[in-house]
């Protein structure tokens, strides 16, 4: 079969519209990036959670034969009401910002995103030897046997780049002409590889690891993609129309 086929037989994404699915979002935060690699403080509710997810739309990747929950991410969205709320980047690393690769205060407020906070459960991340990443891309990774069989494991690695397609699918949808992300730029080179073709515009820092912002232009959301992964975007974007009604942002102006 093909990766989507195989996807679409395995997993199957959904829009955390809902309290309980958006608990189920944070509780995955909280395991990976609190209790697992402690880059985020515990919390006695066992969630992670921020001011930015007020304004975001989660994701959840489920997978089908166990009902287990394989990961989350957020795109974040400054809401209609109030386009002054600040992404992630804009927050945190704002001064790393390359201005002559993209300046984001000449954007268009409500027209950008973010994605952030994409996390896998080490049950279907974890990597022999490897325990100090969220999310793994393209690798092998070493499951209980217990849980999960051999062609369960060999979906994995599909886990995390099904998430960021689904992302992207949301911001194609939206009609976005950026959407912005802070990796290590190691892993872009992986995603680059796959046909997402970010660009770095903001200087490397030290965070948890070296990490840097980089930029996805519309242009770029699918049409860099090789068949496999197009198959895989089509099959995402597909799940996510029958789950969301999305309203354009119409910016307010001055009478």
């Not at 935060?29 to 515990?42: D, F, K, M």
């Not at 974040?76 to 009401?81: A, D, E, G, I, Y």
């Not at 407020?109 to 969220?134: C, D, H, W, Y």
């Not at 070493?142 to 599909?158: C, L």
Request: aromatic share 10%.
């Amino acid at each position: 079969m093909t990766v989507a086929e195989n996807f679409e037989q395995y997993f199957s994404l959904k829009v955390a519209n809902t309290p309980e699915l958006k608990q189920e979002s944070y509780r995955i935060r909280h395991q990976v990036y609190s209790e697992e690699l402690g880059w985020e403080p515990t919390r006695p509710d066992g969630m992670e959670t921020d001011e930015c997810d007020a304004y975001s739309i989660a994701l959840l990747l489920q997978h089908k034969r166990t009902g287990h929950y394989a990961g989350t991410a957020r795109l974040v969205l400054p809401p209609p009401h109030d386009l002054t709320k600040k992404l992630p980047f804009e927050l945190h690393c704002l001064e790393s910002v390359n201005k002559e690769v993209i300046d984001p205060s000449t954007l268009t407020r409500g027209t950008f995103g973010e994605i952030s906070r994409l996390a896998v459960p080490a049950e279907f991340r974890r990597r022999v030897g490897e325990k100090n990443q969220s999310f793994v891309i393209n690798e092998n990774v070493a499951s209980s046997p217990d849980i999960f069989t051999d062609e369960d494991r060999r979906n994995f690695p599909n886990i995390a780049i099904g998430l960021y397609l689904g992302v992207i699918a949301l911001v194609n949808m939206c009609h976005h002409p950026h959407m912005f992300v802070v990796v290590e730029p190691r892993l872009n080179k992986r995603l680059r590889r796959l046909g997402l073709h970010f660009k770095q515009c903001g200087c490397e820092l030290d965070y948890h690891g070296t990490r840097a912002l980089f930029v996805l232009d519309q242009s770029d959301y699918y049409t860099k993609l090789n068949v496999e992964m197009l198959n895989l975007f089509k099959l995402v974007e597909n799940q996510l129309r029958e789950q969301l009604i999305l309203y354009p942002v119409i910016p307010l102006t001055k009478e």
